[in-house]
């Protein structure tokens, strides 16, 4: 059963244009979510997060929103650059220790940003 | 500053070979340590995680396991690899208390044939 769900694999923007990456969640005890990036053969890099307690967390071109009443959230890259083409993973921590604090990862969507 | 360290960053191995990648972290004490595999068409999947010395909790049932004979040093093995094994390995920390995010490794991307 999947907690996380990134039900876009792929996503193909024009540079400077808006992307819009989409992800859901199922379990209500999630109270902290992130955004990772990977480039091919290598690790996720993080890149924002944002608190359960909040809407939306900016850092420079990009900002998180969170719906809790929809349980979704989404990333916002504005404006996208070719640099920016890569895996986008989004990954949710459940309240408490023990297993429940693990991170939780979607299955990635793959940005493509055409010059 | 904190660094974790991954070897090997790919592997090809036969079927029914023995694996051991191993996982270090440096610049922190008493980290929690993770191994995630990505699977083709797949996300991230925890496998293993540990709070401790010797303290391994597994995810998912497989054939796989974990040690962490070392405050900072984490180990996946195999004893019979299988086909389904491949896929690309991930070794991860974060703090022992409150949350920061996960840091991982550059990843084995390992092969099995």
């Known amino acids: 059963d999947q907690q996380v769900k990134q039900n876009s694999p792929s996503l193909s923007v024009q540079e400077g244009r808006i992307s819009i990456l989409n992800c859901d969640y199922t379990n209500s005890m999630f109270d902290y979510f992130l955004w990772y990036k990977k480039y091919p053969a290598e690790g996720p890099t993080f890149l924002i997060s944002i608190s359960s307690i909040k809407d939306k967390n900016e850092d420079g071109r990009f900002t998180v929103f969170l719906n809790k009443s929809a349980k979704h959230l989404s990333l916002h890259i504005v404006p996208s650059q070719p640099g920016d083409s890569a895996v986008y993973f989004c990954?949710?921590?459940?309240w408490g220790g023990g297993s429940q604090g693990n991170l939780i990862f979607g299955k990635g969507t793959k940005l493509s940003v055409k010059p | 500053s904190q660094t974790i360290h991954q070897w090997p960053a790919t592997l090809v191995q036969p079927v029914g070979s023995p694996l051991s990648l191993e996982c270090t972290v440096e610049g922190t004490s008493n980290p929690n340590l993770y191994w995630y595999r990505q699977a083709a068409g797949r996300g991230l999947q925890l496998l293993f995680y540990s709070v401790g010395i010797g303290q391994i909790s597994s995810e998912v049932p497989q054939n796989l396991s974990a040690s962490r004979p070392q405050d900072r040093q984490f180990i996946l093995s195999s004893k019979k690899l299988l086909l389904s094994d491949s896929g690309f390995y991930l070794c991860?920390?974060?703090?022992?208390?409150?949350?920061?995010?996960?840091?991982f490794g550059s990843g084995t991307r390992l092969t099995v044939v």
């Open positions: 991860a920390w974060s703090v022992p208390q409150g949350f920061y995010g996960y840091t």
């Open positions: 990954a949710a921590k459940g």
